[in-house]
Protein backbone atom coordinates (compact mmCIF):
# COMPACT_ATOMS: atom_id res chain seq x y z
CA UNK A 1 0.00 0.00 0.00
CA UNK A 2 1.12 3.33 -1.05
CA UNK A 3 1.74 5.85 2.02
CA UNK A 4 -0.22 9.22 2.24
CA UNK A 5 3.37 10.75 2.60
CA UNK A 6 4.69 8.83 -1.22
CA UNK A 7 1.17 10.28 -2.54
CA UNK A 8 2.00 13.73 -1.39
CA UNK A 9 5.07 13.75 -3.37
CA UNK A 10 4.36 11.42 -5.98
CA UNK A 11 2.13 13.03 -9.13
CA UNK A 12 -1.34 11.53 -10.91
CA UNK A 13 0.23 11.29 -14.27
CA UNK A 14 -2.68 10.74 -16.02
CA UNK A 15 -5.18 13.13 -14.42
CA UNK A 16 -2.35 15.96 -13.98
CA UNK A 17 -2.11 19.13 -16.47
CA UNK A 18 1.17 19.74 -17.60
CA UNK A 19 2.28 23.03 -17.22
CA UNK A 20 3.67 24.28 -20.33
CA UNK A 21 7.00 25.21 -19.86
CA UNK A 22 8.90 27.97 -20.13
CA UNK A 23 12.24 29.59 -18.68
CA UNK A 24 14.06 27.30 -15.50
CA UNK A 25 13.62 29.62 -12.37
CA UNK A 26 16.03 31.69 -11.90
CA UNK A 27 17.17 34.23 -9.15
CA UNK A 28 16.58 36.84 -12.18
CA UNK A 29 12.79 36.06 -12.86
CA UNK A 30 11.38 34.65 -9.85
CA UNK A 31 9.97 35.67 -6.42
CA UNK A 32 9.35 34.25 -3.05
CA UNK A 33 6.09 34.57 -1.15
CA UNK A 34 5.11 33.37 2.33
CA UNK A 35 1.86 32.89 3.59
CA UNK A 36 0.31 32.65 7.18
CA UNK A 37 3.97 31.32 8.80
CA UNK A 38 2.08 32.48 11.81
CA UNK A 39 2.54 30.89 15.84
CA UNK A 40 -0.65 29.41 15.83
CA UNK A 41 -1.52 28.36 11.95
CA UNK A 42 2.28 26.34 13.07
CA UNK A 43 0.51 24.93 15.73
CA UNK A 44 -2.16 23.15 13.34
CA UNK A 45 0.33 21.58 10.95
CA UNK A 46 0.17 17.88 11.47
CA UNK A 47 1.12 16.10 8.12
CA UNK A 48 4.74 17.52 8.46
CA UNK A 49 7.36 17.77 11.72
CA UNK A 50 6.98 21.85 12.78
CA UNK A 51 10.97 21.67 12.80
CA UNK A 52 10.81 20.95 9.01
CA UNK A 53 8.51 23.51 7.79
CA UNK A 54 10.11 26.23 9.46
CA UNK A 55 13.59 24.75 8.54
CA UNK A 56 12.62 25.06 4.79
CA UNK A 57 10.71 28.82 5.41
CA UNK A 58 14.52 30.17 7.21
CA UNK A 59 16.29 28.97 3.72
CA UNK A 60 13.78 30.57 1.65
CA UNK A 61 13.87 33.81 3.35
CA UNK A 62 17.81 33.91 3.62
CA UNK A 63 17.89 32.77 -0.17
CA UNK A 64 15.45 36.08 -0.74
CA UNK A 65 17.40 38.32 1.48
CA UNK A 66 20.63 36.80 1.11
CA UNK A 67 20.73 36.60 -3.04
CA UNK A 68 18.34 39.51 -3.00
CA UNK A 69 15.87 37.57 -4.72
CA UNK A 70 12.08 39.42 -4.07
CA UNK A 71 10.48 37.84 -0.70
CA UNK A 72 7.09 38.89 -0.02
CA UNK A 73 5.49 38.23 3.55
CA UNK A 74 1.92 38.16 4.46
CA UNK A 75 -0.37 36.92 7.81
CA UNK A 76 -4.09 36.61 7.91
CA UNK A 77 -6.43 37.69 10.96
CA UNK A 78 -2.64 38.64 13.32
CA UNK A 79 -5.35 39.68 16.00
CA UNK A 80 -6.45 36.53 16.43
CA UNK A 81 -3.75 34.08 15.86
CA UNK A 82 -0.50 36.35 15.78
CA UNK A 83 2.02 37.55 13.64
CA UNK A 84 4.71 36.21 11.46
CA UNK A 85 7.22 33.58 13.50
CA UNK A 86 9.96 35.18 15.18
CA UNK A 87 12.33 33.05 12.30
CA UNK A 88 10.43 35.44 9.73
CA UNK A 89 11.08 38.63 12.08
CA UNK A 90 14.71 37.57 12.31
CA UNK A 91 15.86 36.60 9.06
CA UNK A 92 13.60 38.98 6.56
CA UNK A 93 13.29 42.05 8.56
CA UNK A 94 12.10 44.10 5.99
CA UNK A 95 10.02 41.69 4.68
CA UNK A 96 8.22 41.49 7.91
CA UNK A 97 7.72 44.91 8.03
CA UNK A 98 6.70 45.69 4.60
CA UNK A 99 4.38 42.39 5.36
CA UNK A 100 0.95 42.57 3.88
CA UNK A 101 -1.87 42.11 6.90
CA UNK A 102 -4.84 40.64 5.55
CA UNK A 103 -8.23 40.69 7.20
CA UNK A 104 -9.01 37.48 6.86
CA UNK A 105 -9.37 36.43 3.16
CA UNK A 106 -8.42 32.53 2.37
CA UNK A 107 -7.33 33.56 -0.89
CA UNK A 108 -4.64 36.34 -0.40
CA UNK A 109 -5.63 37.83 -4.03
CA UNK A 110 -9.02 39.11 -2.65
CA UNK A 111 -6.85 41.16 -0.80
CA UNK A 112 -6.63 44.82 -3.02
CA UNK A 113 -3.01 45.39 -1.14
CA UNK A 114 -1.52 41.66 -1.85
CA UNK A 115 -2.02 41.98 -5.62
CA UNK A 116 -0.50 45.38 -5.81
CA UNK A 117 2.59 43.88 -3.64
CA UNK A 118 2.70 40.74 -5.79
CA UNK A 119 2.33 42.94 -9.23
CA UNK A 120 5.19 45.26 -7.50
CA UNK A 121 7.43 42.28 -7.56
CA UNK A 122 7.58 42.29 -10.85
CA UNK A 123 8.42 38.35 -11.19
CA UNK A 124 5.63 36.27 -13.45
CA UNK A 125 7.38 33.41 -11.58
CA UNK A 126 6.61 32.73 -8.04
CA UNK A 127 7.48 30.30 -5.35
CA UNK A 128 5.12 29.91 -2.90
CA UNK A 129 4.74 28.16 0.58
CA UNK A 130 2.09 28.28 2.95
CA UNK A 131 -0.27 27.50 5.76
CA UNK A 132 -2.29 26.00 5.92
CA UNK A 133 -2.16 23.90 2.63
CA UNK A 134 -5.33 22.78 2.37
CA UNK A 135 -7.03 26.54 3.02
CA UNK A 136 -4.83 29.54 2.15
CA UNK A 137 -2.37 27.84 0.22
CA UNK A 138 -4.43 26.28 -2.11
CA UNK A 139 -6.43 29.45 -2.73
CA UNK A 140 -3.98 31.21 -3.42
CA UNK A 141 -2.29 29.66 -5.59
CA UNK A 142 -5.17 28.52 -7.68
CA UNK A 143 -5.90 32.65 -7.70
CA UNK A 144 -2.69 33.06 -8.76
CA UNK A 145 -2.22 30.54 -11.24
CA UNK A 146 -5.70 32.21 -13.02
CA UNK A 147 -4.08 35.58 -12.91
CA UNK A 148 -0.88 33.89 -15.46
CA UNK A 149 1.68 33.14 -12.84
CA UNK A 150 3.67 30.58 -13.00
CA UNK A 151 3.87 28.65 -9.77
CA UNK A 152 6.07 26.49 -7.77
CA UNK A 153 5.19 25.38 -4.67
CA UNK A 154 7.31 24.58 -1.19
CA UNK A 155 5.86 21.59 -0.42
CA UNK A 156 7.95 21.14 2.97
CA UNK A 157 7.78 24.89 3.72
CA UNK A 158 3.88 24.42 4.27
CA UNK A 159 1.43 21.67 5.86
CA UNK A 160 -2.01 21.48 6.56
CA UNK A 161 -3.83 18.97 9.50
CA UNK A 162 -3.24 15.69 7.91
CA UNK A 163 -1.17 14.63 5.38
CA UNK A 164 -4.09 13.38 3.34
CA UNK A 165 -4.80 16.75 3.45
CA UNK A 166 -1.56 17.78 1.67
CA UNK A 167 -2.01 15.29 -0.45
CA UNK A 168 -5.90 15.48 -2.28
CA UNK A 169 -4.35 19.82 -2.11
CA UNK A 170 -1.09 19.20 -4.35
CA UNK A 171 -3.36 16.43 -6.62
CA UNK A 172 -6.09 19.17 -6.89
CA UNK A 173 -3.12 22.28 -7.42
CA UNK A 174 -1.04 19.76 -10.01
CA UNK A 175 -4.44 19.21 -12.03
CA UNK A 176 -4.42 23.28 -12.14
CA UNK A 177 -0.77 23.75 -13.60
CA UNK A 178 1.22 24.14 -10.42
CA UNK A 179 4.30 22.48 -9.93
CA UNK A 180 5.01 21.00 -6.32
CA UNK A 181 8.48 21.26 -5.15
CA UNK A 182 10.60 21.44 -1.73
CA UNK A 183 13.23 23.33 -0.21
CA UNK A 184 16.77 21.29 -1.68
CA UNK A 185 14.88 21.34 -5.47
CA UNK A 186 14.65 25.20 -5.24
CA UNK A 187 17.61 25.73 -3.61
CA UNK A 188 19.26 23.71 -6.73
CA UNK A 189 17.42 25.16 -9.00
CA UNK A 190 18.16 28.66 -8.35
CA UNK A 191 22.21 27.69 -7.98
CA UNK A 192 22.73 25.18 -10.20
CA UNK A 193 26.50 25.08 -9.54
CA UNK A 194 28.03 24.96 -5.84
CA UNK A 195 31.26 25.66 -7.04
CA UNK A 196 30.17 29.65 -8.16
CA UNK A 197 30.88 31.91 -5.29
CA UNK A 198 27.13 32.16 -5.12
CA UNK A 199 26.48 28.69 -4.83
CA UNK A 200 29.22 28.33 -2.11
CA UNK A 201 26.73 30.25 -0.18
CA UNK A 202 23.94 29.24 -1.27
CA UNK A 203 25.32 25.75 -0.36
CA UNK A 204 26.47 27.29 3.33
CA UNK A 205 22.36 28.60 3.73
CA UNK A 206 21.50 24.70 2.80
CA UNK A 207 23.84 23.40 5.28
CA UNK A 208 22.96 25.53 8.11
CA UNK A 209 19.26 25.53 7.90
CA UNK A 210 18.15 21.73 6.28
CA UNK A 211 20.76 19.68 5.66
CA UNK A 212 22.74 19.92 8.48
CA UNK A 213 19.93 20.20 10.76
CA UNK A 214 19.32 17.74 13.93
CA UNK A 215 16.76 15.02 12.22
CA UNK A 216 13.35 15.43 13.46
Known amino acids: MVSFSNQMLAGRSKNSTTRKETLMFTRDNAAIVLIDHQDLPLSWVKSIPEGVSVANVRQLARIGVEFAVPLLVTSTM ?92 FDRLRDKGAVITVGNQVLSELFSDFGTEEGQRAMQINLQEIAGAPAE
Open 78 to 169: EDNIGTSISDIQELAPEAYANRVKRGGTLNCFLDAAFVIAVAALERKNLIIAGLTTDICLYNTVAAGLDAGYSIEVVADASGSSSMLSDAIT
